[in-house]
């Protein structure tokens, strides 16, 4: 009976699986067949980084239609094709696609219920409340606080050129980046800079290193989100939650005690709490943050501020040692630019156009989030198609297959800045390029990101000549199990003081 009632249980299984994995072929979508257990991730984590897999599905189908079929397990999947169908959903239709498909689980992992995840109704209310931390305005504010950190990166990078001249780069820009947004978010003087095992870096190194389980673990919450949450499962790690939740309680309470103001986030968001009025904003319509929702922000605020802006300069000076002419076009526009201003001011670093292009093209080549993954919230007719995408599943936004697209970039592998002219910016569809997202849910830190991420490349031209390093591949191997593209083994760069 038992063999028997084994045997029953294995062919529903195998009867099961098949349907799942039939879905797109019922519906008479173009899909890459996939292969159990994990469908479409076979070798995710451990061979390859997701970009690569996602890219590789994208070249696939392209040119099938608006979307393709994927299977992340045995969960059916969209994939966009067609740059039409990515504005609708990240644009044009978010009222079908306004949530992330990204797991959270507040009861268990509260620094999990921060903007980047959340959903629906709690997710815009938040969005409007956190709005005016980002203006042009508050970020004028912020500028002299970046400053008086990259004053103190250049003495660093001055300090290990004497020690010799190979210098692992990516580090030491996690390392500035930590300490800007750890001043700017929590007001902390972190000392990275000067000390390697400061807590910042030790927890902000921790939160990012997935590893390949923890990988594997945080893809299979996202996709088995119910089961997740009843079986109680975390992402993020116990040491760096306690860590992060009580910096930000110990921040709130000295300055509140001490009645402190200071032109930072977390200012902003200590008002939010205390339902104080902002200049651009009426919080007192919206309701109060709480210090968990205080901690979650200021949470996803460091996550997001370091890792991405350091991951972009390190590419970005990675491609400037490669084509020495490009860095030193880059360094005369910096130059240039303090000769005109005077100083390394606001408007002098947002004055470097060209610097911006080299960024940009970073970016494009090296997206740091990969994909955009968005879940949809109601039944969705997919316009000019009679196909219908169902309540709940996921659409990817394969960010690093359009970036590489050559319809889009021709030969895309060049590093290229001039792309992004104003000319040729105007000739592309602006769907082609999404390192931030787009729409509604367009990342909320673009602009602070992208301001540190010149203040520190315009610091390291002016002062600095960068070189390939006999320990730098060409080109970089992307690390397999990271969360966001991030280069193996850091990156070694020749460092000549001018």
């Known amino acids: 009976m038992l ?5 029953i249980a294995l062919t529903l299984a195998v009867l099961w699986i098949r349907r799942r994995y039939s879905y797109w072929k019922d519906r008479r979508v173009a899909y890459v067949p996939p ?48 740059l039409d169908f990515v504005k609708n959903v990240l ?10 498909s990204v797991y959270h689980n507040e009861e268990d992992d509260p620094l999990s219920g921060n903007l980047f995840a959340m959903e629906g109704a709690k997710w815009k209310n938040l969005r409007a409340k956190l709005t005016p931390t980002f203006t042009s305005g508050k970020m004028k504010m912020m500028f002299p606080t970046i400053i008086a950190v990259a004053e103190e990166f250049e003495k660093l990078l001055t300090q290990e050129i004497a020690r010799g001249s190979e210098i692992e780069m990516k580090e030491i820009l996690a390392r500035f980046t930590t300490d800007v947004i750890g001043s700017c978010a929590f007001g902390l003087e972190c000392n990275s800079l000067h000390d ?38 975390t992402t993020t790690d116990p040491t760096v939650s306690n860590f992060f939740t009580g910096a930000v309680k110990d921040t709130v309470e000295y300055r509140e005690k001490h009645k402190i103001e200071r032109n930072d986030f977390m200012n902003l968001l200590i008002k939010l709490k205390n339902m104080e009025t902002l200049d651009e904003d009426d919080a007192n319509n919206m309701g109060a943050l709480t210090l ?21 300069m390190s590419y970005c000076l990675y491609e400037l040692a490669v084509n020495q002419e490009l860095q030193e ?33 970073s970016l494009r080549k090296y997206p740091p989030v990969s994909n955009l993954t968005r879940s949809v919230s109601k039944a969705y007719q997919v316009p000019n198609t009679n196909c219908v995408l169902e309540k709940g599943l996921t659409v ?21 800045p001039d792309r992004f002219s104003p000319e040729e910016v105007a000739k592309r569809n602006p769907y082609c390029y999404i390192p931030f997202g787009e729409g509604p849910r367009i990342c909320i830190g673009m602009r602070f990101g992208l301001m540190q991420a010149r203040v520190g490349m315009a610091y390291m031209l002016k002062n600095f000549r960068f070189t390939l390093s006999s320990k730098t591949p060409v080109p970089l191997k992307i690390s397999s199990n990271s969360l966001v593209l991030t280069s193996e083994g850091g990156l070694w760069l020749r460092v000549e003081r001018l």
């Open 3 to 7: 063999l028997y009632l084994a045997i």
């Open 35 to 82: 292969t159990f257990p994990a469908g479409n991730l076979r070798g995710m984590g451990r061979k390859e980084h997701l970009s690569a897999m996602m890219e590789r599905c994208y070249r696939k189908l392209k040119g099938s239609g608006p979307f393709g079929g994927i299977f992340f397990f045995t969960n059916p999947v969209a994939i966009a094709l067609e």
């Open 91 to 100: 644009v044009k239709d978010f009222q079908f696609f306004h949530d992330r």
């Open 196 to 233: 390697p095992d400061a807590q910042f870096r030790k927890m902000g190194k921790k939160a990012f290193d997935a590893g390949f389980f923890r990988f594997f673990k945080i893809i299979a919450a996202q996709q088995f989100r119910t089961v997740a949450r009843a079986l109680h499962v």
């Open 292 to 312: 968990e929702e205080i901690s979650a922000q200021a949470f996803v605020f460091f996550l997001a501020g370091f890792e991405t802006s350091s991951t972009a």
């Open 329 to 361: 076009k880059a360094r005369k526009d910096v130059l240039e630019s303090l000769k005109k201003y005077g100083s390394m001011t606001y408007d002098a670093v947002q004055d470097m156009h060209y610097v911006d292009n080299c960024i940009s093209e």
């Open 396 to 416: 990817i936004v394969p960010v690093y297959g359009l970036h590489h697209d050559p319809e889009y970039y021709p030969d895309p592998e060049k590093y290229d």
